[in-house]
């Protein structure tokens, strides 16, 4: 079987191309590299005279890597976590509270393994988004498929008016290995919206799938948002039952630095004022 394959990819010299045929032939085998870069491959094992064995470690290492490249890419487009900071870049030390051990542990992933749930509770600006992103994002690098929507796009796309077309949507906020469901709070909506939410989160909850989400009131308060809802209590019980609470508390990072940039501004003013030269 070597010598077959050896004889197969070397019959050609280095400079002539090879046939088409052998190319498609890769190619619908799954070998796409090879398929794009046989004129190469076959110099290369040429040139190196390659054994048998060789040619089919280097097939296999190359072919690899390109799938699990191009696997890494299918998983962040279909994520679509957007941009973000590194947690490298994440102030620590602003937020008044903040648990930094869960975070932590929460970028390890390991809650996943174990099918908890991790909701955000803080007012605007603290970074919910930005940890929650990165945790997104940690978990795409691991080969976990991943789905990051807020909540307002989760309940526009669910509210449609075909039966049908609302279940086959349900279909892809439930499979994902983890939803992250961002800025739940910061709009209103009617009752129909709490039930569609609560057919996202029953199925997570008894398929054990992790939810990360996050919102700016406390449970208490949901009801501002789902007027009228009857699934609340049932909806709050499947979120936070096997899961990790934590609230961030602090003043906004955005009003810091407005504050700040509002203070050089008037620096350079001062700078430039007929006063500051005399």
């Not at 700016?216 to 609470?245: E, G, S, Y």
Request: charged share 30%.
């Amino acid at each position: 079987m070597y010598n077959l394959i050896y004889r197969r990819l070397t019959m050609d010299s280095p400079t002539k191309k090879p046939t088409n045929n052998l190319a498609q032939r890769l190619a619908a085998l799954g070998f796409r590299l090879i398929a794009e870069t046989l004129n190469d491959f076959i110099a290369r094992a040429t040139t190196g005279k390659w054994s048998p064995l060789k040619i089919l470690e280097e097939l296999a290492r190359l072919e690899g890597q390109d799938k699990a490249r191009r696997g890494l890419e299918r998983r962040l487009s279909r994520a679509r976590i957007g941009r973000f900071k590194p947690m490298a870049d994440f102030d620590w030390s602003w937020p008044e509270k903040i648990d930094r051990g869960l975070i932590e542990s929460a970028l390890s992933l390991e809650f996943i393994k174990e099918g908890r749930n991790l909701i955000f509770l803080g007012s605007n600006g603290l970074g919910k988004t930005m940890i929650v992103k990165n945790i997104a994002h940690a978990a795409v690098l691991a080969g976990i498929s991943v789905l990051f929507r807020t909540a307002a796009e989760l309940l526009d796309d669910l509210d449609c008016d075909s039966p049908e077309l609302r279940r086959r949507r349900l279909v892809k906020y439930t499979r994902p290995t983890l939803l992250c469901i961002d800025e739940l709070g910061y709009l209103s909506y009617d009752d129909q919206a709490a039930d569609l939410l609560y057919h996202v989160v029953n199925p997570r909850y008894e398929a054990n799938r992790s939810i990360v989400l996050t919102t700016n009131l406390a449970f208490k308060q949901w009801n501002t948002v789902f007027p009228n809802a009857t699934c609340i209590a049932t909806l709050l019980d499947r979120l936070t039952h096997h899961a990790d609470v934590t609230l961030i508390e602090g003043k906004s990072y955005r009003v810091r630095e407005s504050e700040n940039e509002a203070d050089e501004r008037r620096k350079v003013r001062r700078k430039k004022s007929p006063a500051s030269k005399k």
